[in-house]
């Protein structure tokens, strides 16, 4: 478990980006902050690896202060994947995802193995492995990534907005592999997103922040549309305009699941089961 405990965080020209933040994030789940530009959003996820150092108030990762780990070596064992990737232009797609491993004083024919069966784990095919980072399309890039930020087997990953930078076809693949590898391999995940699409998608917890890290509202995705905070949360989450709210139509037979608008959201199975419609995230209405 990941617990801030009344944490601020002032920077030196005075901006309070985080005001007196306090949440714990339970192990093995996906914990989702979400927000508007500037929330501070940022701010906290870097203060769980200490790229940030807050300035007042306490980070514990399994009850230990993080203020009493190494910097480099808490951040070593941390996973963190950022928008743009984040690679190194010079090295090729195999020597990226080993670089932590290495650092770690991993041999490299092991560090090398390890990134080729990452390259698996992550949808890469292993052909791309001597490729250096421009002769990728922006998803591969960012599956390195994510590769790159599992390499050291972490129990925590931090991802920054991770798919903010990609079409949306391929964000919604990409978004899909979360959800894979999330029931794979069962990390303490903390996403940042300004979309609360994805935040709704991914989170088994969402957090939804207003400026200096006030926390708005925490709960399960389901219960954050049934019971919306305030008006800014209704807002934010879109429920106020209804945008959520699906009906089911017969079509040939078939039950098709629409949205307000009357788009196509999925097809209910056979069983007309509740949660038929999940894998075109449209649960996020059920
Ligand atoms: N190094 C810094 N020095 C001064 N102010 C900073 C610094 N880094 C961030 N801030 C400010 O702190 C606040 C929170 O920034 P942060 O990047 O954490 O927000 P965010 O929610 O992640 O935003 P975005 O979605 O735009 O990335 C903002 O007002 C930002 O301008």
């Known amino acids: 478990m990941i617990e801030f405990r009344d944490v601020v965080k002032q920077f030196p020209d005075g901006t309070v980006a985080v ?36 300035t007042s108030g306490v980070i514990e990762i399994d009850g230990q202060d993080v203020s009493t780990i190494e910097p480099v070596k808490l951040r070593r064992s941390i996973g963190y994947v950022m928008q743009n990737s984040g690679l190194l232009p010079h090295r090729r797609v195999v ?64 991802m920054d907005e991770p798919f903010g930078a990609v079409d949306p076809i391929v ?5 899909q592999e979360v959800l894979r590898l999330q029931r794979e391999l069962g990390k303490t995940i903390v996403f940042v997103t300004h979309d609360i699409d994805e935040a709704f998608l991914l989170g088994d ?29 209704r807002t934010f989450v879109g429920a106020d305009r209804g945008k959520r709210k699906l009906s089911v139509r017969d079509v040939d037979g078939k039950r098709i699941v629409v949205d307000a608008d009357g788009h196509p959201a999925g097809v209910l199975d056979e069983s007309g089961g509740a949660g038929a419609a999940a894998s075109t995230g449209a649960a996020a209405g059920s």
């Open 205 to 233: 917890r969402v957090v939804i922040l207003e400026p200096g890290g006030k926390i708005v509202q925490v709960g399960e995705p389901e219960q954050i549309l049934a019971h919306p905070a305030n008006d800014f949360v």
């Open 171 to 175: 964000r919604d693949e990409l978004q």
């Open 19 to 54: 005001d007196g933040f306090s949440l714990q994030i339970p192990a093995r789940e996906v914990t989702v902050l979400v927000g508007s530009s500037g929330s501070g959003k940022t701010t906290l996820m870097r203060m769980i690896n200490r790229m940030v150092d807050p």
């Open 95 to 158: 020597d990226n995802i080993a670089t932590v491993p290495l650092l770690n004083g991993v041999s490299k024919k092991d560090a090398r193995q390890r990134a080729l069966e990452l390259m698996d784990t992550v949808g890469l095919d292993r052909a791309m492995a001597e490729r250096y980072p421009s002769q990728l399309s922006g998803g591969q890039q960012q599956r390195v990534g994510v590769a790159r930020g599992l390499a050291v087997d972490p129990n925590i990953l931090l």
